[in-house]
C-alpha cells in the first residue's frame, strides 16, 4: 500500500503532525473561525493555544485576536467600551 493510500484509510481517531506556516492576516482569519464558541472543541482548543502563544510574541499586532463569539469581549477590555453596532 502506498502512503498517499494510507493517509485516506485512517480513521478520524488517529492524530497527525502537521507543519503550519501562516502569515499574521491568515492567522487571523484562521484564529476567528475556529476559535469561535461554534467552533468543533478540538480544533477550537488547537487556536485557542495558536492565539495566545502568538500573543506572546506579538501582543500589539496580535492583541485583538481572537474568535467571533470573543470579539465583544476582547473589544472592551481593550478600549474600556462595547464595539459600535
Given at each position: ?47 485557542h ?8 510574541l ?28
Open positions: 500500500m502506498s502512503s498517499a493510500a494510507a493517509d485516506y484509510i485512517l480513521t478520524n481517531s488517529h492524530c497527525r503532525r502537521v507543519l503550519m506556516k501562516m502569515n499574521l492576516r491568515e492567522m487571523y482569519h484562521f484564529v476567528r473561525l475556529r476559535d469561535d464558541a461554534h467552533a468543533q472543541w478540538d480544533i477550537r482548543n488547537l487556536a493555544r495558536l492565539s495566545e502563544k502568538i500573543k506572546t506579538m501582543p500589539l499586532t496580535a492583541m485583538m485576536l481572537c474568535g467571533k463569539s470573543g470579539f465583544a469581549e476582547e473589544y472592551k477590555k481593550i478600549f474600556n467600551t462595547p464595539p459600535p453596532d
